[in-house]
């Protein structure tokens, strides 16, 4: 093969086979490097132009990155700062003027000419008493011209105590978890704390009997099945704070809450629904109201008092009871 | 209205703002306590005994103890609770 000529090597020919054989690419020469250059030589330039072309690129984005983290630290949450309390105020000013405004357009406290004074409660005053027989005339509203709702009321109290067991209880089945409960309510408690005992052993029993007072006397005083019931199971909370859980749960245990709920809400509703029939048939009740100011007067009201006051007193104790261990 | 309603009131509001502003969680509770127990006040001199005897009750007792153990259960009570844990956690790992 001496017929190849001596520049060969740069001719079209030539570049060709070596493209072809892989050894030389036409598009470096734009580059600057002349192809003249031995292989190690110019895949050092190569990777030294490159590494410095890197760190460039990376002193860049670096410089950038640090930029955009440091603004979010201290401008960024700056400016949030700012824009949440101002907007806050304005939230908070906007508020308080708008329920402002709407209390100054209130008719005046006590006015006989408020619009709440007419026929409603004309009738509720007048003859409240020969209807229903309670000397209380709130308690003659709310538990026989307006019972459904106070029903309503109660079976709300029911459905939350629900809710609130079916959010937190625990698994009873789980030793794991109890003892985590268990272990978790008695860690701030202060055991066997004297000054608590001793002050629940006198009040205990002063709340529980105030507590049976206003419900029994619901018809005839201020008060009734919900005061006296909220009474009642503050009386048990703070019972339960001063002797602990083995102490109350001789006397009350699930099986006693849906016992006494249960009961006292579904003796409220049988009693109301033969009332609401006889009253909307016109029918005579066999329910007389007695004799005004005793105790066993006003037909169904103290009854349903007892209702409601036990529902009450159930669920306070036991929406405590769940919020601490879990379960009843 | 009397001194005495002026005074309730203006320690209404006062307790309110208080009770928002505060940042320690308990003593705000004990302000809303105290919000609780200055309106059944109110509510006696409004002549609504039995709103007032629920109110003392409910809000000033049972909202707040609710309050409490919710507290105590999110670990928000600033006491030494976890030196207590952890040593109850080495009396069982013994």
């Known amino acids: ?328 | 209205m009397s001194f005495f309603t002026w005074a309730l009131l203006a320690g209404l509001v006062i307790c309110a703002v208080a009770a928002a502003l505060c940042k320690n969680l308990l003593v705000s509770i004990q302000i809303f306590m105290g919000y609780s127990v200055i309106m059944s006040v109110i509510w006696f001199i409004l002549e609504s005994p039995d709103l007032a005897i629920t109110e003392a009750a409910v809000g000033a007792g049972i909202t707040s103890v609710l309050f409490f153990v919710t507290l105590k259960k999110i670990h928000a009570l600033k006491d030494n609770k976890d030196e207590i844990g952890e040593k109850d956690d080495e009396q069982e790992k013994k």
């Open chain 1, 1 to 328: 093969m001496s017929r190849k000529r001596s520049d060969f090597e740069n001719s079209f020919f030539g570049k060709l086979s070596r493209f072809v054989n892989g050894e030389y690419t036409p598009f470096k020469e734009e580059s600057g490097y002349s192809v003249d250059q031995t292989e190690t030589e110019r895949r050092l330039h190569d990777d030294f132009f490159k590494e410095a072309e890197w760190t460039k690129k990376q002193n860049e984005a670096d410089s950038y990155v640090s930029e955009y983290e440091g603004w979010a630290e201290t401008k960024g949450i700056k400016l949030y700062n700012r824009l949440y309390r101002i907007l806050a105020g304005v939230v908070c000013v906007a508020i308080i003027a708008v329920l402002l405004y709407t209390v100054s357009m209130l008719p005046a406290f006590g006015n006989p000419d408020n619009p709440a004074n007419n026929e409603v409660p004309e009738r509720y005053i007048e003859k409240g008493l020969e209807e229903t027989g309670a000397v209380n005339t709130v308690a003659g509203m709310i538990l026989d011209y307006r019972a459904f709702d106070t029903l309503g009321e109660s079976h709300v109290l029911f459905i939350a105590t629900i809710c609130v067991l079916v959010l937190l209880k625990i698994n009873e089945e789980d030793e794991k978890e109890k003892k985590l409960a268990e272990s978790d309510d008695r860690r701030l408690e202060p055991k066997n704390d004297m000054i608590l005992r001793f002050g629940a052993r006198f009040l205990v029993p002063v709340i529980e009997l105030f507590g049976i007072y206003i419900i029994l006397n619901g018809h005839l005083s201020a008060g009734g099945g919900f005061s006296g019931g909220a009474v009642m199971g503050a009386g048990l909370v703070l019972y339960l704070n001063a002797y602990g859980f083995k102490k109350t749960e001789r006397f009350f245990t699930m099986r006693t809450f849906s016992i006494v709920s249960v009961s006292a809400l579904l003796f409220y509703s049988i009693s109301k629904t033969y009332s609401f029939i006889t009253g909307a048939n016109d029918i005579e009740s066999f329910i007389s109201n007695g004799t005004p100011g005793n105790i066993i007067s006003s037909g169904l009201i103290l009854p349903l008092n007892i209702c409601v006051g036990m529902v009450v007193a159930c669920t306070i104790y036991a929406f405590y009871a769940i919020f601490r261990k879990g379960n009843l």
